[in-house]
């Protein structure tokens, strides 16, 4: 994860885009998209650390998008928030959270509120990467430590053969 966090926005509105990179660009670089078929390319050649998706996209949905994003390898772990304009019903947050987005807010929340929320996310994703290192480290010492282990199997094994013989 990049010392400034990296946020992919996804809206059909350039306006909605510009307002959120102006809104969050003191803490974090944002990158817009504004047409649904951009999305994938875009997450994978930039590699955000958190997507911010409208639901309401034309072409295709946030839901789709979402779903999309989750089925690439490239792009399956990056945390995915989807953005409404509209009141959100209970059906629609389960819908989003079934198509694998970590998080479902309004437009219309508050600055600091909406921030926080950010950091949360990011920082559980920080939190992902540094365990998936750890247990890379580990698993790396592990295949280390069974290799000196057999090299002296081996040699104790030989050395029985010879007190044998």
Do not use: W
């Amino acid at each position: 994860m990049t010392a400034r966090p990296k946020i992919l926005a996804v809206d059909h509105d350039p306006a909605f885009t510009e307002y959120l990179s102006v809104k969050l660009s003191r803490e974090f670089t944002v990158i817009a998209a504004n047409r649904s078929d951009e999305v994938e390319a875009l997450a994978g050649a930039e590699s955000p650390d958190l997507i911010l998706c409208d639901v309401d996209m034309p072409d295709r949905d946030g839901y789709e998008i979402c779903r999309r994003l989750k089925a690439n390898a490239a792009t399956r772990e990056v945390p995915v928030i989807f953005l409404t304009a509209n009141r959100t019903e209970a059906l629609d947050e389960k819908r989003g959270f079934e198509a694998g987005a970590v998080d479902y807010v309004s437009k219309a929340l508050d600055r600091e509120m909406f921030g926080a929320r950010l950091r949360v996310h990011l920082a559980l994703r920080r939190a992902q990467h540094e365990l998936r290192n750890q247990n890379a480290q580990l698993e790396a010492k592990m295949a280390e430590r069974t290799a000196e282990i057999e090299a002296s199997r081996e040699a104790l094994r030989e050395a029985m053969h010879n007190l044998r013989t």
